[in-house]
């Protein structure tokens, strides 16, 4: 048992040079594009030379609903595929980019945790290899253009009230929510009313994350709808001619990023879209890559299985033609309490009645996930304050769901933590007992996709529309959108809309507020309830805190 | 004579690994962070580690008043860099990074161009290290802590409509000049008139190229005013608590970037502060490590030298304590011609007379600089229509002011066509002849720097300024700001305030229209006319032309 903090533990990493890290995918120096010495982004030369290589296994970890108790996905992610190495196999793992912005707002990092973690730490909490900057400017040369077309007689007929294409920053600034721009005068422009959200929101990042190819992104730039005429006839980035210049911008980007563990094993980390509004997986072409090259991958989808594991399934599966292999499922006995009613500030003590009661949240996904056809895995990731006996009524709950629970220790133990977990998980990966198949079909109408995923994954009874929403997605289905996928945007707190109802609540119903079309990225968004796509910083920020210590170390931002 | 184009020819270039051009200057792989394979980052143990070494030579390129018909003065830094070289001394250059914004507005590099071109030419124009990235995202965050400031209770007791730090953004929009922002209820905070500027006019730019250490850097980020109280007096970044976390956002972006000429000699690229608003020239940092590293510095100041040597004498050198020992005034025959009057699309045709006429500019800009007790030579950088008459008029002119002229062919010829250039100028700078004294000492009065700055450089009877400005000079004076040095900002077409006015006018007036003060950087900008700070795109930018051709290689961005 470590008491070392993460920030603690990552500095005292023993890294390889990120040639060496490369090397065990088969990747020579070459091949890489270095950033420093511990990070690289990974030549298209060599994505193209390993497409002809047999693909690996796809493994998903997600979790239950997310409790202020902390669940660890990311670090068990980390841990499964240090654990994957360990036992002899060859494996990757491909998680997301962090964001910069938050990072100002609270302390955090995005890297795992304890002994699984991935480094650079420091580097993946700021600028990292600059994707993030990248999709920034492409997303506001877009906003610029479309601004400058009006301004310069407006030939295409944008209907100024009707310009949906909002401005990015990478920064929790909650006076940018909402502007009136081009104020000053005639060489200023048209004044009208929009905003910013941040990166992560943009629909240039879901592309960036979805798209196969340079050649693919830039056919998705062109599809995105950046404003309406009158007439609600749709005005296509392609219209504006920014599709070609935002590709430009976005060529290294599109290269995946290669870190590694604690322990010297691959990381790609790559992408990183909000999980409400967009699909909240890493790149394609991270996860692609890593299939391969490597015999296992480890990959994780953001927020609880209800919404990430969804739509890791429904959208990026999908998509991208992939299909997982075996899901492994996080729980933690503190968020079974939690689940159970037990209050934060009452954790520490045992309570396996408030354990039993809260496994209920745990089952319902353990079902979900099931209907997807994938065999499924718990991992408890162990806490130092866990009981025998609270952990035991984890495990024999999970079995009598039909399913297996296994006790990981990574974060204090690093692989040795995940041994058990990895053996199991590399069986089933290996048996071919995974039947994939996802909840629809594309040619399903989208508002009976809606209530699919309402009724089979969430469990409601109905789906709650007024008219104009259901107007508007039959518009869609004419014009040609019907095939798509649904990207659903509510609280990841609860299976329903209300993010205070734990456990597995039955008799709700889930309001639909607002669907919007993401053209370019390729899926429908369907709002139900407040969805913030710029947060605020807190009263004290912790950016207040952060500065360079006198080694020129980075202190306050873990 | 070549018929290629710069793209061309960049592409075409046999660039040597980084850590090669590294060795010549005494770094190993080590002291090199990686930025791809031709481009890096000098670590700050490297730059610590030369500090006991003996300075070079520092060369200053700088120009006449730029015309349409184009100098060359980057240009000219990479030739006469190669120049020293090929004659066998150990020369550097260093410049200023090229603004990412601009390059979709019109077409263009700033590399330099022919076969005196800094490479990779496509990165230097875009994301290249991410430096201005770090910029942009530092100074956002001091913007979004403010407004948190005030919106969590305002206990410094900002006045909301003296916020006079802005937000940026690297891109032309001139939609975002004069906007209303948290607008949308409680929220989102207190609405408020504000806007962007582009990035290189960030006060955080212009700090970043004058701080010496991550020290320095910091507590000039503290030192800058972002607000004052209803009792004017003013709050600092320090008072926001940003300090710490903007110098973290600045920790790598205060290295100075090495990359390559076309014929493989060491190049600094490093900041690029606006010419006008702030001093124009690139890093200290850069500057001051290519001095303990190489026996002879090329570097260069923006604009013409009216505005880009004075300021990189009265700022850069004044603040870093460094003395130029030669400058090279770059000049052109077309230039010379259009001063004289000649509309560019006569340009082909030959016009002894008006180069003759045209002299006049090229002999005030040779008489200020040596004002500054700093010997001159004069570079013409030849194009192909020169008539050997026009050029010789430009050499018998410049031989009648004391100085000397000599023919450069570096664009065609590389450093074969800036031999004669480069052995003069080596000659000049070992002779020790240079007795460089800034124009004014730190206590002569505010407005008294201004007016000397007026009459000895601009050649103007008189400064205008009405007795707001005044009092404001005199308030900064009592508040301990009175040693700062001056940034004029001005039109660079002229040596007066009206940017028509060519050749060497006198009997002008320079009338001040406001006064700034940039606490952080250190110095007060005058400002004299309109000046932009955030452009906006043309009617066709050259976006819409920027696209990856087959071969995946940047199409249209020069």
Redesign the interface.
């Known amino acids: 048992m470590s008491f070392k903090s993460d920030i603690q533990i990552a500095r005292e990493a023993n890294k390889k040079p990120i040639q060496e890290i490369g090397a065990k995918l088969g990747m020579t120096s070459d091949d890489l594009?270095?950033?420093?010495?511990d990070k690289a982004k990974v030549s298209?030369r060599f994505i193209d030379s390993v497409q002809g290589n047999k693909t690996g296994k796809l493994i998903l970890v997600t979790a239950i609903n997310p409790t202020p108790a902390g669940e660890g996905k990311t670090t068990t992610t980390v841990g499964l595929g240090d654990g994957l190495n360990a036992i002899g196999k060859k494996a990757a793992i491909c998680i997301r980019e962090a964001s910069?912005g938050p990072c100002?707002g609270m302390k955090g990092g995005a890297a795992g945790g304890g002994y699984a973690q991935v480094v650079p730490m420091e580097e993946m909490n700021?600028?990292f290899t600059?994707d993030f900057?990248?999709i920034?400017?492409a997303h506001?040369?877009l906003?610029?253009?479309i601004?400058?077309h009006i301004?310069?007689?407006n030939e295409l007929q944008i209907d100024e009230r009707r310009v949906v294409w909002r401005?990015v920053?990478?920064?929790?600034?909650?006076?940018?929510?909402?502007?009136?721009?081009?104020?000053?005068g005639v060489?200023?422009?048209f004044p009208r009313?929009t905003?910013f959200d941040i990166t992560v929101a943009s629909e240039v990042m879901a592309i960036l994350c979805l798209a196969t190819s340079?050649t693919d992104l830039?056919k998705r730039l062109g599809d995105i709808i950046v404003a309406y005429r009158r007439d609600k006839t749709p005005i296509y980035a392609r219209d504006i001619?920014?599709?070609?210049?935002m590709?430009?911008?976005l060529?290294?980007a599109m290269q995946p990023n290669l870190v590694q563990t604690l322990e010297n094993n691959p990381a790609f980390v790559h992408g990183g879209p909000f999980a409400n509004i967009a699909h909240g997986c890493n790149s394609v072409i991270a996860t692609t890559t890593a299939l391969k090259t490597a015999d296992y991958v480890v990959t994780e989808a953001g927020f609880g299985a209800d919404l990430g594991a969804e739509k890791f399934m429904n959208i990026k599966c999908r998509k991208a033609g992939l299909a997982p292999d075996c899901v492994v499922l996080v729980a933690t006995v503190r968020a079974m309490k939690m689940n159970g009613g037990v209050a934060k500030a009452d954790l520490g003590a045992e309570n396996v009645a408030a354990v039993q009661e809260g496994c209920a949240n745990l089952g319902r996904h353990i079902a979900n996930l099931k209907s997807f056809g994938v065999p499924v895995v718990v991992a408890i990731n162990h806490f130092a304050g866990d009981s025998e006996a609270e952990v035991q009524a984890v495990g024999d709950y999970v079995e009598t769901q039909g399913s297996e629970a296994i006790l990981c220790k990574h974060w204090a133990e690093g692989s040795k933590g995940t041994i058990e977990l990895a053996t199991r998980v590399a069986e089933i990966a290996d048996s071919g007992a995974s039947q994939f198949a996802p909840l629809y079909k594309d040619d399903l109408p989208l508002f009976d996709k809606i209530e699919r995923i309402a009724k089979r994954i969430y469990r409601a009874d109905e789906v709650l529309a007024d008219q104009k929403v259901r107007n508007q997605l039959k518009e869609w289905e004419e014009a040609g959108y019907g095939n798509l996928p649904i990207c659903m945007a509510k609280t990841q707190y609860s299976f329903t809309t209300d993010p205070t109802r734990r456990g597995a609540p039955t008799g709700h119903s889930v309001p639909v507020r607002e669907v919007r079309l993401s053209a370019g990225a390729g899926f429908v968004v369907v709002i139900c309830g407040e969805i913030m796509t710029m947060p605020?910083?807190p009263?004290v920020?912790s950016?207040?805190?952060?500065?360079?210590n006198d080694l020129?170390q980075?202190e306050?931002?873990f």
Chains 1, 2 share one sequence.
């Open positions: 594009l270095p950033y420093g010495h298209q910069l100002f700021l600028h600059g900057h990248a920034t400017s506001n040369l906003a610029a253009m601004d400058n301004y310069w007689g401005r920053m990478d920064m929790n600034d909650r006076a940018l929510r909402d502007i009136v721009t081009s104020l000053g060489t200023n422009g009313q905003g340079l830039q001619k920014a599709d070609g210049a590709t430009v911008l060529k290294d605020g910083l009263r920020p950016a207040e805190a952060i500065m360079l020129g980075i306050g931002l």
